[in-house]
């Protein structure tokens, strides 16, 4: 009987927040340590990122993002990914919602990954 093992792993961490020095040092130890093919964070705070602070947090140049900008100091999501693992099609922007579509390139399995942060008002919460 022959059967197939799928390894991929997928990292979901709200660090409630990326400003700060040490926040981003704890998501690249834990990227280093755990060599994940995706990381989402929901809750960034930030209302701006760009791809230095993503290879930096990454630990090098083989990784790409999708970003979802903060709404003052609250929400921001961001999706990392190792591209020589993940191959991503396409990235979709909702309110409080991220999507990556793509799929593993060892394993050639397509895959649809939500980064979700809800918001804390209960109506909005059942909205969404």
Excluded at 12 to 17: A, F, P, T
Excluded at 66 to 82: C, I, K, N, R
Aim: charge should be neutral; proline fraction near 3%; charged fraction near 20%.
């Amino acid at each position: 009987m022959w059967c197939r093992v799928l390894v991929m792993k997928i990292i979901s961490l709200n660090v409630r927040g990326l400003g700060g020095f040490e926040k981003r040092r704890e998501v690249s130890q834990l990227v280093r340590e755990k060599k994940p093919f995706i990381v989402c964070i929901p809750e960034t705070k930030l209302t701006v990122f760009d791809e230095v602070t993503c290879k930096s947090l990454w630990g090098d140049a083989n990784v790409g993002f999708s970003f979802q900008p903060s709404v003052g100091a609250a929400g921001g999501l961001l999706t990392l990914w190792d591209y020589t693992k993940v191959e991503v099609w396409s990235s979709l922007s909702f309110e409080h919602v991220l999507v990556i579509t793509g799929r593993f390139l060892q394993s050639e399995e397509h895959f649809v990954l939500f980064n979700v942060y809800a918001p804390s008002d209960v109506n909005r919460q059942q909205a969404l």
